[in-house]
T-cell receptor, first 113, second 111 residues
Framework: GDSVTQTEGQVALSEEDFLTIHCNYS??????LFWYVQYPGEGPQFLFR?????EKGSSRGFEATYDKGTTSFHLRKASVQESDSAVYYC????????????FGKGTSLVVHP | EAAVTQSPRNKVAVTGGKVTLSCNQT?????MYWYRQDTGHGLRLIHY???????EKGDIPDGYKASRPSQENFSLILELATPSQTSVYFC??????????FGSGTRLLVI
């Protein structure tokens, strides 16, 4: 079945550091790929998506490029802020007619001032 | 504004009791989902639905039932609640290759 593997556990950075959270997927068909962000006490929020190979998704300074060859969708940000501290989820949407979205286990980002 | 609303926000239940978690969406999405979120496990899919009258088992359906009486409403039912079902539950709506919109969650404690 479909699966998503992302950077495990916690990533700790200082403000203005460069962020990379790795995401690799396994899926039949040609899924859409997503990043979601979850702040404490809230549900996950849609960050951005990409639907085809080499497409770049971006929002709020975060970006990721769909790479079908390496089955990856790594999240990057050039300069993180304390307010970016949250849990980030990589996800893949319906592939092959299967309407079950698949989420990674989440990566907790902590940004120190 | 399109939204997903869950109720209640917090619930304390007794072991062996029945619990119903409710979800309403105004996105007019065909698909709705119930997840539970636990430390170390991320989001795990319990049940989902393609539309009114349909329910499908997700990855961890044991001990849970679901009901989709209308396009807007999707309920999760714990007929005999157990302490292992203590968790945070999220409802979401979405369509094929569309963005998924989540509710704010229900925190359930089974004692």
């Amino acid at each position: 079945g479909d699966s998503v593997t992302q950077t495990e556990g916690q990533v700790a950075l200082s403000e203005e550091d460069f962020l990379t959270i790795h995401c690799n997927y396994s899926a039949s068909g040609y899924p859409a790929l997503f990043w979601y962000v979850q702040y404490p006490g809230e549900g996950p929020q849609f960050l951005f998506r990409a639907s085809r190979d080499k497409e770049k998704g971006s929002s709020r300074g975060f970006e990721a490029t769909y790479d079908k060859g390496t089955t990856s969708f790594h999240l990057r940000k050039a300069s993180v802020q304390e307010s970016d501290s949250a849990v980030y989820y990589c996800a893949l949407g319906s592939s092959g007619g299967n309407y079950k979205p698949t989420f990674g286990k989440g990566t907790s980002l902590v940004v120190h001032p | 504004e399109a939204a997903v609303t869950q109720s209640p926000r917090n619930k304390v239940a007794v072991t062996g009791g029945k619990v119903t978690l409710s979800c309403n969406q105004t996105n007019n999405h065909n698909n709705m989902y119930w997840y539970r979120q636990d430390t170390g496990h991320g989001l795990r899919l319990i049940h989902y639905s393609y539309g009114a009258g349909s329910t499908e088992k997700g990855d961890i359906p044991d001990g849970y039932k679901a009901s989709r009486p209308s396009q807007e409403n999707f309920s999760l039912i714990l007929e005999l609640a157990t302490p292992s079902q203590t968790s945070v539950y999220f409802c979401a709506s979405g369509g094929a290759n569309s963005d998924y919109t989540f509710g704010s969650g229900t925190r359930l404690l089974v004692i």
